[in-house]
């Protein structure tokens, strides 16, 4: 077809006016939907349930997702979608979540894509202090890092889910794009950087190639960082653009990470775990018998390839018991009511000095 034959398309104003009722519409409906989520939280209250369903609200976004809206971004729609669910939780009532702060840092990132902008957020200056307040009831949820694709495991956390109180009700996995944030006109200026241990090993051979000379800070986290390189004139931060944007810092180099697709899995940790899904992952912990001669960890590792259980992560951490001793913690696919997994763990149980579950919840699908 020829342009003198096309259509025309209708002027701007016009389109804007569309635009505009379309809107009006949006938000009668959404109207609507809050005065059938009031009828929703009355049901639940009487009911004694709690406000907030992780599990519904996650296969909510997946059904609407896989529908699609035509031209609209699939990642839009998990977004859109999302905000709208965490506001319809808070008329109900407020949920709070416990993060790694201040604002900007990635534990935050992962907090408001798991549970919205709508949540009440509590900033925590360690890992610790975001399970202690969960552990007291003084929040819902919190959410912590608790494996790096470059870095291994987050310590801290595992530490902490050892230590028992709470459990791991979900997962997500995010990709970490670090930046060099600095006061400093350039590199060569830059003699001290400040960062969390984690974002400074997912740096290292960038660090050492540009940087050889600088100094290694460790803070809390990498949002702290670009707090303390905005005070520095001779400082830099490793650091997430979000978090230098709040700090004031501008971007020396963007993307300094060692690996491209550098990732960070984080988990949220509340008082009880999540139910079955089928589509699930179990964490769980446990020591090996002190009488027990050579071969032992092969023999307990065993009994869950013996009952079909695949196991997918295990290391170990010092316990907090004795010297020399270790607790392994393990990932297996699978949820703990799970048959072929209720009965692995019922024979680690006699095979092991003790296990505990550390939680079953839903596998990250790859959308956050």
């Not at 416990?98 to 900033?123: D, I, K, N, Q, V």
């Not at 060099?180 to 984690?198: C, F, I, M, N, T």
């Not at 009965?343 to 579950?357: G, P």
Request: proline share 5%; charged share 25%.
């Amino acid at each position: 077809m020829s342009d003198a034959t096309a259509p025309a398309t209708p002027p701007l104003a016009e389109l804007r006016e569309a635009i505009d009722a379309i809107d009006d519409r949006l938000l009668g409906l959404l109207a609507e939907r809050a005065e059938i989520v009031a009828g929703i939280a009355e049901a639940k209250r009487q009911a004694g349930l709690g406000s907030l369903d992780p599990e519904r609200e996650r296969a909510v976004l997946a059904r609407l997702v896989s529908r699609g809206a035509g031209r609209f971004p699939a990642a839009g729609i998990a977004a859109v979608f999302r905000e709208v669910m965490s506001a319809s939780v808070s008329l109900q009532r407020p949920v709070t979540v416990a993060c790694l702060g201040p604002a900007g840092t990635w534990s935050e990132s992962a907090a408001r894509a798991l549970f919205g902008f709508a949540a009440g957020y509590l900033e925590e200056p360690t890992i610790d202090a975001v399970f202690e307040r969960v552990r007291r009831g003084e929040a819902d949820h919190g959410v912590v890092p608790i494996e790096n694709s470059i870095e291994g495991s987050v310590h801290a956390t595992l530490d902490a889910l050892l230590e028992g109180g709470v459990l791991i009700r979900r997962e997500i996995v995010l990709p970490i794009a670090q930046c060099l944030a600095s006061l400093a006109p350039s590199l060569g200026e830059v003699e001290r950087v400040y960062s969390h241990p984690q974002g400074l090993g997912q740096c290292r051979r960038w660090l050492a190639a540009n940087l050889p000379r600088a100094a290694w800070i460790h803070t809390s986290s990498t949002a702290a960082a670009a707090v303390e390189a905005s005070r520095d004139a001779r400082g830099a931060a490793i650091a997430g653009a979000r978090a230098a944007e709040l700090a004031g810092l501008p971007v020396l180099r963007e993307g300094i990470q060692d690996r491209p697709d550098g990732a960070t899995r984080f988990v949220s940790i509340a008082q009880s775990d999540a139910p079955r899904t089928g589509q699930d992952r179990t964490t769980l912990a446990f020591g090996v018998r002190d009488d027990q001669t050579r071969g032992a960890l092969r023999r307990v590792l065993g009994v869950l390839d013996d009952a079909g259980v695949n196991m997918t992560r295990i290391e170990s951490r010092p316990s907090r018991d004795a010297a020399w001793r270790y607790a392994f913690v393990a990932d297996v696919e699978g949820h703990r009511t799970d048959p072929d997994v209720a009965q692995a763990l019922e024979r680690l149980a006699q095979a092991c000095a003790w296990v505990r579950v550390l939680g079953s919840y839903p596998r990250h699908q790859g959308a956050a």
